[in-house]
């Protein structure tokens, strides 16, 4: 089978699995979850032998694998069935499909008992094959179809529990904010195509390096639109904290292989067209810091723990869209590829701490006791994985994030060009990356012990609830994915031959900087915590309202539904116990509710939709209508002036017609008279 055919059957496979999960989850229940394991099970193994026969990028000196199929005529651009696999490429699929396996095993165990798990699980799979999708695409309205599929499987999953109001509220809004800056994203791959008279990456890349294109600003701000929508970048990133009311294996998907490292994944496969403009370059370079810094201290001000690990995600893309911005994709897929193994690792270990705790308020988790020894085995695979976040050596984000860092430095000192054709980089993007990434090394080091300490380590005199072993499948996901988070860094030396051939060897300056300035916050963090906890009420600050014998789903469902009623809003509701209120002081406010950024989208966006609805509807029913009564009421009126007239006499009748006839006997006579005349 050749490398072409083993691709196009990667995903493939998921997408046949979710069409007969679809069709089969009700007649056939017993089908739904070999349905659902085994097609992303072989279409990661597919991924794999696609990537081993790559055989590294083009650092090693391999041609990408290309292949395409004319789908239509359409008269100007054709459209392409095509399949373009670089280094990138082959690597991140690997990654999608490895992390969609998991999702899927861990799903089996989180959601048994979830009458619509069926449906679930064959969304998973259309999600999965979406993503992949997009991954081999070499046509850009190909990979569009798939960009959009992720959109619509993300309203269904994250509206899960449907019944939750939170739920319903987050898909709504994960769909429409994403949808606002997939507009502005289709005018942008129609002003490219335009300008590189084809939808083909090859041909648009060809282009760029060649001629170069005629509006390089305008069609690079308009994708960056979408990609700030797609990968939650700032200002459009408000949606991603939200859409952890869904169930937690859908946050693991989203968060770690699918829908947001689209964003990254696009802007670094067309990386040649982004920096054929330095306008583009710079404003990519602020979009990422402000992304960093901002959710990294809105990460230490969230009670939730998924809402944690939400703003954490955030943070770490916009890590991604800095190196891009500095024209080093290798470091950027680098960061997605070790970031995807830890923050699948974050989400579902999460899922055990949950359903551990009955409750997914870490204020409440600090008032438990023995937590850590109900549930050994996340406990110790999220300690690692929080140290991967902070990116603390030896593990896999200390080397993927410095690579970032080190990619920032050299453009900020003048001492690299992007790669390949790539114009130099300009110095200020450097400086706004580096900067704002150590900063935010020192928040992600913070709210990463913070959430450690808060869940783990609670000093209350209630004791954690037991509620037995969790399922073998979810603690062997844990242990699956704790190998690449501890050993990913160990293939720094290779990845090169994948990617650019640029080395991703950490630099001693930024290895020094931002492992000391992660240190510094782990043990600032660490001392707030025993102040505040010293200061704190020994009594919890709500009540836990689940079932200990529930299933995990329906216990986070219980817990998501039942967390704002019993420990009021974050905001406003001080926990003396938390050393993220101490640390932040009078920003610890603002921080908890992503510094009203919700708010102000109300007020500029959905306040004046809604009073241009009202208007419209007005002018609806007091104009249009009116002039439709109108009508309607003089045909009755002229109806009932006729019907009085029908009185069925006879003599009356022949009265009228003599009469009408007279009357049109001495007009005639008139007119011929005055005619004459």
């Not at 007649?27 to 794999?48: D, S, Y």
């Not at 994250?158 to 502005?184: C, I, M, N, Q």
């Not at 080091?445 to 913070?450: D, E, H, K, V």
């Not at 009748?653 to 007009?667: E, F, H, R």
Request: glycine share 10%; charged share 10%; proline share 5%.
């Amino acid at each position: 089978m050749t490398t072409t055919t083993t691709a196009v059957l990667v995903p493939l496979l998921p997408f046949l699995g979710a069409l007969a999960g679809l069709l089969l989850g009700r007649r056939a229940p017993g089908f739904v979850r070999p349905l659902a394991i085994l097609p992303t099970v072989a279409a990661a193994a597919l991924a794999v032998v696609v990537a081993v026969s790559q055989g590294g990028g083009a650092g090693a000196g391999k041609a990408p694998v290309d292949a395409a199929t004319r789908l239509t005529p359409t008269g100007s651009v054709p459209v392409d069935l095509a399949l373009h696999i670089d280094g990138f490429a082959a690597l991140v699929a690997v990654l999608v499909a490895v992390v969609a396996c998991c999702v899927q095993i861990y799903s089996t165990g989180y959601l048994r008992d979830d009458p619509r798990y069926p449906s679930y699980a064959a969304l998973v799979s259309l999600f999965t094959a979406a993503m992949l999708l997009v991954v081999y695409s070499g046509d850009l309205m190909v990979l569009l179809v798939g960009w959009e599929i992720m959109g619509i499987c993300s309203y269904f999953l994250v509206g899960h529990y449907w019944e939750t109001e939170a739920a319903r509220s987050a898909s709504l809004k994960a769909f429409l904010v994403t949808k606002l800056g997939d507009v502005p994203f289709l005018f942008g791959i129609f002003a490219l195509a335009a300008d590189a008279g084809t939808f083909r990456i090859t041909g648009i890349l060809k282009t760029v390096a060649v001629g170069g294109l005629d509006h390089p600003t305008l069609v690079a701000l308009l994708l960056l639109a979408g990609v700030a929508g797609k990968s939650a970048q700032f200002p459009l990133h408000t949606w991603l904290p939200d859409a952890m009311a869904g169930p937690t294996p859908v946050s693991a998907l989203i968060h770690a292989a699918t829908m947001v490292a689209a964003g990254v994944y696009f802007v670094a496969r067309l990386l040649p067209v982004f920096a054929a403009s330095a306008a583009a370059m710079v404003v990519l370079a602020v979009m990422a810091a402000a992304t960093m810094v901002g959710s990294g201290l809105a990460a230490l001000a969230q009670d939730d723990i998924k809402r944690v690990l939400a703003y954490s995600t955030v943070g770490q893309l916009g890590y991604m869209t800095g190196a891009l911005a500095v024209g080093d994709r290798g470091a950027a897929v680098f960061h997605l590829l070790s970031h995807g193994a830890f923050k699948a690792l974050l989400f579902l270990a999460a899922g055990v701490v949950i359903h551990a705790a009955g409750t997914n308020s870490l204020a409440a988790m600090s008032r438990m006791r023995g937590l850590a020894r109900r549930i050994p085995d996340a406990y110790w695979t999220m300690t690692v994985a929080l140290l991967a976040l902070a990116a603390i050596p030896p593990f896999a984000g200390f080397f993927s994030k410095e690579a970032v860092l080190g990619a920032a430095e050299h453009a900020a000192t003048g001492h690299a060009t992007a790669s390949g054709t790539l114009a130099a980089v300009p110095t200020a993007a450097g400086w706004t990356v580096l900067i704002a990434g150590l900063l935010t090394a020192l928040l992600t080091a913070g709210y990463a012990t913070r959430l450690w300490l808060l869940a783990f380590h609670g000093k209350g005199p209630e004791t954690a609830p037991d509620h037995g072993r969790q399922p073998v499948v979810m603690n062997a996901v844990l242990w699956v994915l704790f190998v690449p988070t501890l050993a990913l860094g160990l293939a720094t030396p290779v990845l090169p031959d994948w990617f650019d051939g640029r080395s991703l060897t950490p630099t001693l300056t930024t290895s020094v900087l931002g492992t000391g300035v992660a240190l510094v916050g782990a043990l600032v963090t660490y001392g707030a915590w025993r102040h505040t906890t010293a200061l704190a009420a020994r009594v919890p600050l709500g009540a836990v309202a689940v079932d200990p014998d529930a299933a995990p789903a329906d216990s986070e469902e219980r817990a998501i539904a039942t967390h704002a009623a019993a420990y009021g809003d974050n905001a406003g509701a001080p926990d003396p116990a938390d050393p993220g209120r101490l640390l932040l002081g009078p920003l610890h406010r603002p921080a908890a509710v992503g510094f009203h950024l919700d708010a102000v989208y109300t007020a500029l966006f959905v306040r004046p939709v809604r009073a241009a609805a009202r208007l419209v509807r007005f002018l609806d029913r007091e104009v249009v209508d009116t002039y439709v009564h109108g009508a309607g009421t003089a045909s009755r009126w002229l109806g009932a002036a006729v019907r009085r007239a029908q009185t069925g006499n006879v003599q009356t009748y022949l009265g009228a017609l003599l009469a009408g006839s007279l009357v049109l006997a001495v007009a005639v006579v008139l007119v011929a008279t005055g005619t004459g005349a």
